[in-house]
C-alpha cells in the first residue's frame, strides 16, 4: 500500500519499478489511467463534496441558531479550500514522485507504518461512512418519490429497506468500472444533478415561502438537548465538506511533467467545483432554516411536498447525484482492497477477483444501511469523527511536519487555527451525532 508512483512512468531514470509492479500499478484503479483534464477535476470535486450533505444543512442550521451556524458554515468552507490547495500542492513536492493516495502523503510525513496507521483507518471510516450514508440517502429518496407519484390508497407501504436494494442494485453493475476515469460519465451526470436539486430544494423553498408560526429557536427544551443538537449540527457541517478524502486520488488521474506539474490543471479543477459548491450550500441552508425555522426536516426535500412534479424530479436528481459519490468514494476503498489482495496477499489482478471483492463490499454497505438507517444522526457521527481530521486538520500537521513554516509566521498561525478548530469538530461533534442514533433507536424496529 505504500508504493509512491513516480510522475513520469516513461523515464527509466526515474521509474524503477519492476515489470510486475508496472502490471500491477496499470490494474489498480487510481494508478490505471492518467489521461484526466482540468474538468474532470471540477466535476470528481463537485460529485465527492456535495451530496447528502446539502441537504442536511437547514437541519444543521436549525441545530446551531443563526449566527453560530452562519459562522460555521462560511468558517468551514474558507479551511477546507485552504487546506484543499495544502493536499493539492503537496501532491507532488518530491521530484520525480505523486502521492497518488491520501495514505501515500501521510507516509511520507509521519513515517511508513506510522502514516498508515494515522491516515487508512480514518480515511477508511470517512469513504465507508459516506458509500453507507448514501445508501439511506438513495433509499429515502426513491422512497419519497414513490410516495409522491403513487399516493393512492392503493398503493403498497413498501419498507426503506426494499428501497435501500433498489438503489444498491445499481451499484453492484456500475462498481465493475475499473477506475475514476472510466466513471466520469457517472461523475459528470452526478455534478450537474447537485447543483440541479440545490437550486430546487432553495427554489421550492422561497416558492413556499416563511411558514406561519415559524420558529428558530432551539427546538430541544431543556439545555442538554440544546448542546447535544448543537453538536450534532457541528458534525453535519463537516460531513458537507468530505471532498478531501478522495482529492489527491482525483490528482492522480491528471497527467503531469516537470513542466506541466497536475497541480496547475487541477487547482483550476478546484476553484470551479468550490464556486460551485458555495451556490448549492450557501442559498439551500440559510433559505432553507429561513422559511422552515426549526420544524424543517434532516433532509430538506422532505418537508417539500409541493409541487409535486418538481420535488419528485429533484428527488430523482438526488439518486442520479448519489449514485455518483457513492462510486467515486468506494472507488479509493477498491483500491486499498485490491492492493492488499495483490500486493500482500499475492492473489492474481484477475477480473473476478475484482468481481467478488466489489460486489462484497456494496453488499456490506447495503446491510449497514438497511440495519442503520439513521440519517442525521449518522451524519453528525461521521461527520465529527472522521471527516474533522482527514478534512479540517490531517492536511495542516502533515504540511507543518513537512515544510516546517517560521514559528508565528502567517503559515503556521493559519495552520494552527485549522488544527485547533479541528480537534474541536472531532472531539465535539461525534457527541451529538452519537446521542440523535441513541434517540431515534428508542422507537426503531430492526428492518421494520
Known sequence: MGTQAPSDYNDPKVDTRTAEDKAIDAWLPITSSRNAKWWYSAFHNVTAMVGAGVLSLPYAMSELGWGPGVTVMIVSWIITLYTLWQMVEMHEMVPGKRFDRYHELGQHAFGEKLGLWIVVPQQLIVEVGVDIVYMVTGGKSLQK???????????????????????????FV???????????????????????????????????????????????????????????????????????????????????????????????????????????????????????????????????????????????????????????????????????????????PTWYLRFVTRNIYVAFTMFVGITFPFFGGLLGFFGGFAFAPTTYFLPCIMWLAIYKPRRFSLSWIA??????????????????????????????KFYN
Open 145 to 171: 418519490v414513490h410516495e409522491l407519484v403513487c399516493n393512492h390508497d392503493d398503493c403498497a407501504n413498501i419498507k426503506l429497506s426494499y428501497f435501500i436494494m433498489i438503489f444498491a442494485s445499481v451499484h
Open 174 to 348: 456500475l462498481s465493475h468500472l475499473p477506475n475514476l476515469n472510466s466513471i466520469s460519465g457517472v461523475s459528470l451526470a452526478a455534478a450537474v444533478m447537485s447543483l440541479s436539486y440545490s437550486t430546487i430544494a432553495w427554489g421550492a423553498s422561497v416558492k413556499k415561502g416563511v411558514q406561519p408560526n415559524v420558529e428558530y429557536g432551539y427546538k430541544a427544551h431543556s439545555t442538554a438537548g440544546t448542546v447535544f443538537d448543537f453538536l450534532s449540527g457541528l458534525g453535519e457541517v463537516a460531513f458537507a465538506y468530505a471532498g478531501h478524502n478522495v482529492v489527491l486520488e482525483i490528482q492522480a488521474t491528471i497527467p503531469s511533467t516537470p513542466d506541466k506539474p497536475s497541480k496547475i490543471p487541477m487547482w483550476r479543477g478546484v476553484v470551479v467545483a468550490y464556486i460551485v459548491v458555495a451556490l448549492c450550500y450557501f442559498p439551500v441552508a440559510f433559505i432553507g432554516y429561513w422559511m422552515f425555522g426549526n420544524a424543517v426536516e434532516d433532509n430538506i426535500l422532505m418537508s417539500l411536498n409541493k409541487p409535486t412534479w418538481l420535488i419528485v424530479m429533484a428527488n430523482m436528481f438526488v439518486v442520479v447525484h448519489v449514485i455518483g459519490s457513492y462510486q467515486i468514494y468506494a472507488m479509493p476503498v477498491f483500491d486499498m482492497l485490491e492492493t492488499v489482495l495483490v500486493k500482500k496477499l499475492r492473489f492474481r
Open 415 to 444: 495552520n494552527w487555527v485549522c488544527i485547533i478548530f479541528g480537534i474541536l469538530l472531532m472531539v465535539l461533534a461525534p457527541i451529538g451525532g452519537l446521542r440523535s442514533i441513541i434517540v431515534q433507536a428508542k422507537t426503531y
